[in-house]
């Protein structure tokens, strides 16, 4: 234990960590978020974080996909920080009640091929994975995604967005599927045509019912950022 203490203190000297949500740099002791972040997180009250999407009964996001929550998540997907995951999964683990996200079985909106191998990892499973180790409801993948679509922040509409995204996804593990209550997670829901395209593949391989669970929602439209629109300490570029 000693040795892993020595090589995260110089790990530290090395890469000074920050906080996940302002990006200030951290103070010794401190880990994840400064602690005015951690005083003042701009978790949506209870009454505001549920909406109805077509195929699901019920999606909850955590935060809106604004300010510093949105530059969070842009390093998280664009930038590399793969361990902001846990972090999330934990968040929502800590804050979400189990009236809203009841289940039986957890599973996420995966990546296609193509797009965990350019970005080295599936965000949506690694926030799955986390928040199912702290609530002790399993998490399986159920779904894979079987057409390399365009990203859906590329596209203007509602409708553009379920044409995109249809028969994408296909059924895992059906036994797993029938007659569960479901709750599929994501990092983000904005019209909510991907998790609808989702919902409607569980409910058809024999779902009793599906939830979504996302750290954040869009209200509007954001602009669609890449990874070469990011500065190299992960921030987002001021043209942007």
């Known amino acids: 234990m000693k040795k892993y203490a020595l090589l995260n203190r110089f790990l530290d000297l090395l890469y000074p960590p920050?906080?996940?949500?302002?990006?200030?740099?951290?103070?010794?002791?401190?880990?994840?978020?400064?602690?005015?972040?951690?005083?003042?997180?701009?978790?949506l009250p209870k009454e505001e974080r549920s909406q109805t999407l077509l195929g699901i009964s019920s999606c909850c996001s955590l935060f809106d996909y604004e300010g510093e929550v949105r530059q969070s998540v842009l390093r998280y997907?664009?930038?590399?920080?793969s361990f902001y995951g846990r972090i999330y999964g934990d968040m929502l683990a800590e804050w979400v009640d189990?009236?809203?996200?009841?289940?039986d079985i957890i599973t996420w909106v995966p990546l296609s091929r193509k797009r965990k191998r350019s970005r080295g990892y599936d965000q949506a499973k690694l926030i799955a994975d986390a928040f199912a180790r702290r609530t002790g409801i399993p998490c399986r993948g159920l779904l894979k995604k079987i057409k390399n679509t365009a990203p859906q922040s590329g596209t203007d509409s509602r409708e553009a967005?379920?044409?995109?995204?249809?028969?994408?996804?296909?059924?895992?593990?059906?036994?797993?599927?029938?007659?569960?209550?479901?709750?599929?997670?994501?990092?983000?829901v904005t019209t909510g045509a991907t998790l609808s395209?989702?919902?409607?593949?569980?409910?058809?391989?024999?779902?009793?019912?599906?939830?979504?669970?996302?750290l954040a929602r869009t209200r509007q439209k954001s602009k669609t950022i890449n990874d070469a629109e990011l500065s190299a300490d992960g921030s987002i570029n001021d043209h942007i």
Request: glycine fraction near 8%.
């Open 197 to 214: 395209e989702c919902a409607k593949v569980l409910t058809r391989a024999g779902a009793k019912d599906v939830r979504a669970l996302t």
């Open 18 to 43: 920050r906080c996940i949500l302002c990006h200030r740099f951290l103070q010794q002791g401190e880990r994840e978020l400064c602690p005015e972040c951690r005083g003042n997180l701009p978790i």
């Open 77 to 81: 997907k664009f930038g590399g920080r």
């Open 98 to 103: 189990r009236d809203e996200y009841d289940c």
């Open 161 to 188: 967005r379920r044409m995109n995204i249809a028969d994408a996804y296909m059924p895992l593990c059906p036994e797993e599927i029938s007659g569960r209550r479901i709750l599929l997670m994501d990092d983000i």
